[in-house]
C-alpha cells in the first residue's frame, strides 16, 4: 500500500530550527515534494528532492534517504509567518512530470514569539 | 501571470443535487490534476489531464463523479447525485511539460453537501 507519516503538530519559537520529518511506503518513487499550506489557501510548492541528500533554499532546507525511505524539511530563522502546514507529498508514476501526488496529512506548524 | 483559479469558492448544496466546479489552469500549462481533502484526512488525487485527455483517473471515487476538459483548457468537475460523503475541499493543479515538475495548486473548493 501507499503510506506517508509525519508528525501531526509542532511548535517552535521565532527565531529557532525546527526539522519536520516525513516517512514514506510507496509501490514506485520519482520524487519527494514539501508544500506549505496557509488556512483556506493554496499549497505552494517549496521544495523537490529526486536524488539522495540535502537541496537548500533560503531559510528551507529538504532532505531526502531513499534507502530509507525518510525525508525531512528544516526551517531555519523561523519566522512567524511561517506557522502553516507542511505537506510531504511522493510522486509515485514514472514517466517524467506527469505521476500524480501522494500526500501525508500534513504537519500544523505553530511558531510562537 | 495569473496562478491556477478555481470557481466556486464555497459550494453548499444537499443531498442528491448536482454540483460542477470548475478549474483554469495556468495559461500554457498541459498537465492538469483534481485532488480532494476529506476533512482530517489528507489529499487524495482524483485524476489527471494531459490536454484534453484523461491520463489516469484512477482516484476517482465511482461513476457520480464526471471531470472534462474541453479544448484543453478549463475543467469541470461535476458531482450528481451528491452524497454527504463527497464534502471536502476539492483542489485543481497544473504544470507544464515534459521537463517540469511542480503542481501550481488552486486554492480549492470546499464543498458541503448536507
Known amino acids: 500500500g501507499q503510506n506517508i507519516d509525519q508528525p501531526t503538530e509542532m511548535t517552535a519559537t521565532e527565531g529557532a530550527i525546527v526539522q519536520i520529518n516525513c516517512t514514506y511506503q510507496?509501490?514506485?518513487?520519482?520524487?519527494l515534494f514539501w508544500y506549505q499550506q496557509h488556512a483556506g489557501e493554496a499549497p505552494t510548492f517549496l521544495s523537490y528532492?529526486?536524488?539522495?541528500g540535502l537541496e537548500e533554499k533560503g531559510r528551507f532546507s529538504s532532505f531526502l534517504s531513499r534507502s530509507k525511505g525518510y525525508s525531512y524539511l528544516l526551517l531555519k530563522e523561523l519566522q512567524m509567518k511561517d506557522s502553516a502546514s507542511y505537506l510531504c507529498a511522493v510522486r509515485d508514476q514514472y514517466g517524467g512530470s506527469q505521476g500524480n501526488l501522494i500526500f501525508g496529512k500534513g504537519t500544523k506548524l505553530s511558531v510562537k514569539p | 501571470e495569473a496562478g491556477v483559479t478555481q470557481f466556486p469558492s464555497h459550494s453548499v448544496i444537499e443531498k442528491g443535487q448536482t454540483v460542477t466546479l470548475r478549474c483554469d489552469p495556468i495559461?500554457?500549462?498541459?498537465?492538469l490534476y483534481w485532488y480532494r481533502r476529506v476533512m482530517g484526512k489528507e489529499i487524495k488525487f482524483l485524476l489527471h489531464f494531459v490536454k484534453e485527455s484523461k491520463q489516469d483517473e484512477s482516484g476517482m471515487p465511482n461513476n457520480r463523479f464526471l471531470a472534462e476538459r474541453t479544448g484543453g483548457t478549463y475543467s469541470t468537475l461535476k458531482v450528481q447525485p451528491a452524497e454527504l460523503e463527497d464534502s471536502g475541499v476539492y483542489f485543481c493543479?497544473?504544470?507544464?511539460?515534459?521537463?517540469?515538475?511542480?503542481?501550481?495548486f488552486g486554492p480549492g473548493t470546499r464543498l458541503t453537501v448536507t
Open positions: 493543479a497544473s504544470s507544464q511539460g515534459d521537463s517540469a515538475y511542480e503542481q501550481y
Open positions: 495559461s500554457g500549462h498541459d498537465n
Open positions: 528532492n529526486v536524488l539522495d
Open positions: 510507496t509501490s514506485g518513487f520519482n520524487g
